[in-house]
């Protein structure tokens, strides 16, 4: 007996099994999965089987420049065991909450780079995008399975989800990608809510996934969310107005607890964003000026740049990505990023004609009216890129939310279609007119021929998807309109694939080898004839056969040995700067483990950026957000001010006014400032940060800074001069025979050090001012103040004394207790909702 019923149980497992295996959305997905391999091998070709890897020094240089940089820095930290939440390795010292570091994709990527090491990292970079691009398929496809369209509407339209314009575009930079994978799963629960289907319950902690990943896109996807709410409760029928309302209201609540589930990153990430950052700023100082920015038209530019980018991202790269010149509005990532098919422009602008005729309901019919009314007026005015961008200036980053509204429609037209349904043919013929209009001039621009070859496929794909609507208008037979969609999906699939694949040619890429060594002085000066050619096509594509040393330099173990010397003979907190580039521009200290003060960071302190502006520009290079000293190396006084000890160079003749050689290791050799340069200082006397702002200058900075320490109610002066005036002889001395001095950190949320003052005074330490920092002296809590604008000060009593410094993310803790207690919430009402549901059968039954 027992026997038989293990039988049957196998058998029924069997027949599950193979169901599973027969349904047509398993099939879809499998074929959907064949298909974007195939097309991924294509597009990632050079990234898969040839020398380049998927980080940029192009117009995308953040990716080289500052984001390998910072995964970098991680992973040796955890490879080493010193991983904490403040990082001194780039540049002054950073909040690792100004990473994504719950980024599920980059969590891969760190643990690649724990188990391979940080170098292998890189080779997977581009392995990890194609996994973002399948996953991204099979969001979209499960998003629309909540509606009833046909496989086929679903797999062509998340095929073309999974290549839209903004993941290959924005993907570049890595963590930008992955909100087109979270908007749809967002989606998706909200439209399980909406229709009270199963896994409704699971709402909230998909707004849980995106809150711990990025608050700057959970905020975008939360708006973007509660618009779609509010139009889909809209368009329901059967409803009162008093249930919509309250079906709106607990689907906003479902939305306020996910986020407070997410409090534990969230907070501390909205932290670094909203309150140490510059980067949120707007230019209004009132409602009138707010109102006047959101509603002043664009310039003529950006509309013409809109337009194009509906029917490619590739239009306007002139000599490409390179380093040639550009005709966007901002640039190739910042202007509007539209495109997910040229067949979806045709398809959107015909669903605003026959959504008249279409079999719904009028109510709605007025609201899918007055959602493309929104997003006509949202992107063709700042209003839309204003709101979803914190109500501050606006950007086009918002454009991910627009992907999946076209493409939603675009399932719906493909089964009205599919269905026998009548197209507007005065429309086709417009977009035909536009879309030749677009091409024509991008490929007028075009300076190297994978543009144009790319330009002229999207003119063929486009002129066939053109005829193949046509045809439609005047064919009725059921074949012969399925083999004509059959057809439009094999040009579609033609059509992304060579735009995604355009978005990474003629990049200037990080290679995987290094140029050998004994013909780099050769290939170098092939660079320099291709670079100042007089062909331009030459002269661009120079750049992108710039020889690298890359992994040399940044491996090279003479400057591993000298990090080791130095830790080994002096056991203070000092930090070390180059007199020279080598992997990067800016960001060398956090991929090879020392601390410096250059750094790029596009969301910086704004305490530093402050200081910055105000006493020391030339750190700027290039914009405020790289800060470099390798420039700068002759102020070996500002270099001593801010800690920098000892530099490193390939020169073993330093200049002894400012430098002293100590050593040489291998092939480099250390300088140690002849100035005494300390992480930490010691005033008597103060100054107000109003004084030193207005009195700052070239010639008079190192007497301000050096002479006295400007605190928020510091003492006013009118002239750098009266310092002297200010500080009696006995102070003076103290001064001088007074010394803070700070221990090299084990780990770098843990400073400590120790304070002999002769006199009551300031300590000054050169750590970036920032919510977190708590200090004690002598194991008693001590208030910490704002010094010279950007640092950690505090007053210290006369006499020696032990000081603690040590960091918590701000928001953490409170984050902490919220995420307990909204999950504590979460389950309650799950629980609450399970017991209705039973109570409900048991009495049906």
């Not at 090491?117 to 080779?123: E, F, K, S, T, Y």
């Not at 029917?311 to 040639?324: E, I, P, R, V």
């Not at 500080?727 to 001095?741: C, D, G, H, L, Y």
Request: net charge negative; aromatic share 14%; glycine share 8%.
């Amino acid at each position: 007996m027992k026997e038989k019923m293990k039988s049957s149980s196998k058998i029924r497992t069997v027949q599950k099994l193979s169901g599973f295996c027969q349904s047509p959305d398993v099939r879809a997905l499998c074929f959907l999965f064949l298909l974007l391999s195939a097309s991924c091998s294509f597009i990632f070709r050079d990234y898969l089987y040839g020398n380049d890897l998927m980080i940029f020094n192009d117009i995308g240089s953040d990716t080289w420049q500052q984001y390998i940089m910072n995964y970098t820095s991680i992973v040796n930290h955890l490879r080493d065991g010193s991983f904490s939440l403040w990082d001194f390795n780039n540049g002054l010292g950073i909040n690792q909450f100004n990473f994504n570091l719950f980024d599920p994709f980059l969590m891969l990527l760190y643990g690649v780079g724990v188990v391979l090491g940080p170098a292998h990292m890189l080779l997977y970079i581009n392995v990890i995008q194609i996994l973002k691009i399948m996953v991204a398929a099979f969001a979209f496809y499960w998003f629309l399975s909540q509606f009833s369209f046909s496989v086929p509407s679903k797999m062509i339209t998340s095929y073309a989800y999974a290549l839209n314009g903004f993941l290959l575009v924005w993907g570049q930079h890595y963590q930008f990608g992955t909100v087109v994978i979270y908007f749809p799963l967002m989606l998706l629960f909200c439209e399980k809510f909406i229709q009270k289907k199963k896994g409704k319950a699971l709402f909230p902690v998909m707004v849980f996934l995106c809150g711990i990943y990025s608050v700057y896109f959970t905020y975008m996807c939360l708006a973007a969310t509660g618009l779609y709410l509010l139009f889909r409760i809209l368009m329901l029928d059967g409803l009162t107005w008093k249930e919509r309302i309250q079906r709106f209201l607990l689907g906003c609540a479902e939305m306020i607890m996910g986020v407070g589930m997410s409090l534990v990153v969230f907070l501390p990430m909205a932290e670094v964003l909203l309150d140490v950052s510059s980067r949120l700023e707007s230019d209004g100082t009132g409602l009138l000026d707010f109102l006047r920015q959101c509603f002043t038209p664009y310039s003529r530019k950006f509309y013409l740049s809109m337009l194009k980018r509906m029917f490619s991202s590739n239009l306007q790269n002139g000599y490409g990505l390179a380093k040639g010149p550009q005709q966007y509005v901002m640039n190739y990532y910042e202007d509007p990023v539209l495109f997910c098919s040229t067949l979806a422009v045709f398809l959107n602008v015909q669903f605003l004609a026959v959504l008249r005729k279409a079999d719904m309901t009028k109510r709605a019919k007025r609201v899918l009216y007055g959602v493309a009314a929104l997003i006509l007026v949202g992107t063709a005015l700042p209003v839309g890129g204003t709101v979803f961008n914190y109500f501050t200036l606006p950007t086009q980053r918002y454009t991910f939310v627009l992907m999946t509204v076209f493409l939603l429609l675009m399932a719906w037209m493909w089964d009205y279609m599919r269905k026998g349904g009548k197209l507007n043919l005065v429309l086709i013929l417009a977009v035909t007119a536009l879309m030749g209009w677009a091409y024509w001039c991008g490929y007028e621009q075009a300076g190297f021929q994978e543009y144009r070859t790319n330009i002229l496929i999207l003119t063929v794909t486009g002129i066939l998807t053109a005829v193949c609507l046509t045809l439609l208008c005047f064919l009725k037979d059921t074949q012969i309109r399925n083999v004509i969609l059959g057809v439009m999906g094999v040009v579609l699939v033609v059509n992304v694939v060579s735009e995604g694949g355009t978005n990474y040619q003629n990049r200037v890429t990080m290679k995987k080898t290094d140029v050998p060594s004994e013909v780099m002085v050769q290939e170098t000066q092939r660079y320099e004839e291709m670079r100042t050619s007089d062909d331009k096509e030459i002269k661009y594509r120079a750049e992108i056969e710039k020889p690298q040393d890359f992994f040399r330099e940044m491996y090279r173990v003479d400057l591993a040995d000298c990090l080791n010397y130095l830790k080994e003979n002096d056991p203070t907190f000092y930090r070390v700067e180059k007199d020279y580039i080598s992997g990067t521009v800016s960001m060398d200290s956090s991929g090879q483990g020392y601390r410096g003060i250059s750094t790029y960071n596009s969301v910086m302190n704004g305490n530093v950026k402050e200081f910055v502006e105000t006493c020391y520009p030339e750190l700027f290079f290039a914009d405020h957000n790289h800060y470099t000293f390798w420039n700068n190396v002759d102020d070996n006084w500002l270099a001593a001010f801010l800690g920098v000890k000892y530099i490193l160079s390939g020169n073993g003749e330093p200049d002894e006014t400012k430098y002293k050689l100590l050593d040489q290791v291998g092939s480099l050799y250390i300088h140690v400032n002849v100035l005494d340069a300390q992480t930490a200082h010691f005033y008597t006397q103060d100054i107000s940060e109003e004084s030193l702002k207005e009195l700052c200058t070239e010639e008079n900075r190192e007497e301000l800074l050096g002479e006295a320490i400007a605190l928020e109610d510091g003492t006013e002066i009118g002239d750098a001069s009266e310092i002297q005036t200010l500080k009696s002889e006995e102070q003076e001395t103290a001064e001088q025979n007074s010394s803070v001095t700070l221990d090299a950190p084990q780990k770098d949320s843990v400073v400590t050090g120790s304070v002999h003052a002769e006199a009551d005074g300031y300590a000054l330490f050169m750590i970036p001012y920032e919510k977190g920092w708590s200090l004690t002296i002598d194991g008693e809590k001590a208030e910490l103040l704002r010094g010279d604008i950007g640092f950690l000060a505090c007053e210290v009593p006369e006499g020696d004394h032990t000081i603690l410094l040590t960091f918590e993310a701000p928001g953490l803790k409170a984050g902490t207790i919220g995420s307990v207690l909204f999950w504590i919430l979460f389950a309650q009402s799950r629980l609450l909702i399970i017991r209705k549901n039973k109570t409900r059968k048991s009495a049906g039954a």
